[in-house]
């Protein structure tokens, strides 16, 4: 599958860079507006089929119960923890290497959010961080969901609500749809609040 | 948002309807929804010159925070599990 996955990368992006840069066959927001969302209704479709086909899926859902709510809190700690170490390793800002992580993979919010609040540098990178979030997190979660099922749940961060949702549950089972989907949610929601918020440290 | 909501609940529906029907198998749709998907999104890094210039410059840097930043979710998580037994 992985193989596919990078071909079908590859591809796209030669594709992309012919068409944008040579031959113009097409508009290149077609292929954003059209293909990408199509694909992904498609997608989420047949991924509530399978959930709602699994008999079993809503019984082990109800044993986990509440806990749940505490699957995206942990991913957040832990990303905003990776951007504390990166800012001491890397020797940039540790402040907004931390607002950059607390993108959790939400690349059109944190790119311009971050760029708004420490500069065109940061913001940049916030993009940049976020979006190889989502592309790492479908590349890796056929390997990943061999470690633990949940663990392409916070590799994805907000991204699993959506655009890694379908994948997610393609290799961890129908039943980590919610788990990924509200977790994804969660940390939707939790991301612009989060980069304001350590945007108010002081530096 | 409604993009996702509208298709995710009318799949559950028609899934939860049609659970004592003989098994459909939608792995092949699935599979090649993927295929576009993973394709339009290679088409938009290869059609945005910004990222790709960009990418060079800050390439290093993002993927020591991104590996990081997941790292460190999924060792939260673990602990997590850990702590209050999710499975």
């Known amino acids: 599958m992985i193989k596919y996955i990078l071909a079908t990368l590859g591809l796209g992006g030669v594709a992309g860079y012919l068409n944008n840069n040579y031959v113009n066959l097409i508009n290149n927001s077609w292929v954003s507006a059209y293909l990408f969302d199509f694909s992904l209704i498609l997608l989420l479709f047949t991924m509530g089929f399978a959930f709602g086909t699994d008999k079993e899926a809503v019984v082990k859902l109800r044993k986990a119960g509440l806990r749940i709510l505490g699957v995206p809190f942990s991913i957040a700690l832990g990303s905003i923890a990776g951007g504390l170490v990166s800012g001491y390793v890397l020797g940039i800002s540790v402040v907004g290497a931390m607002a950059v992580t607390s993108g959790f993979g939400w690349y059109t919010l944190a790119g311009p959010l971050v760029g708004q609040l420490f500069g065109a540098d940061l913001g940049a990178l916030g993009f940049v961080v976020n979006f190889l979030r989502e592309l790492l997190t479908i590349v890796t979660t056929p390997l990943m969901a061999k470690i633990d099922r949940y663990t392409p749940v916070a590799l994805g961060g907000a991204t699993t609500m959506d655009t890694t949702l379908s994948i997610i549950v393609r290799y961890c089972g129908p039943e980590t749809l919610i788990v990924a989907f509200s977790s994804g949610f969660a940390l939707s929601m939790m991301a612009p609040f989060t980069i304001t918020a350590i945007a108010g440290i002081p530096k | ?87």
Not at chain 2, 23 to 40: C, E, N, P, Q, T
Not at chain 2, 55 to 63: Q, R, T
Request: aromatic fraction near 10%; charged fraction near 15%.
């Open chain 2, 1 to 87: 948002m409604l993009n996702v909501i509208v298709p995710l609940i009318a799949g559950i529906m028609v899934g939860f309807l049609l659970r004592n029907r003989k098994r459909i198998d939608l792995g092949k749709i699935s599979f090649g929804a993927i295929i576009v998907l993973i394709f339009s999104m290679g088409f938009s890094i290869g059609s945005s010159n910004e990222l790709l210039q960009s990418m060079p410059k800050i390439g290093l840097n993002a993927l020591v925070m991104v590996g990081l930043a997941m790292f460190f979710s999924v060792v939260f998580l673990k602990v997590f599990q850990k702590m209050v037994k999710l499975k």
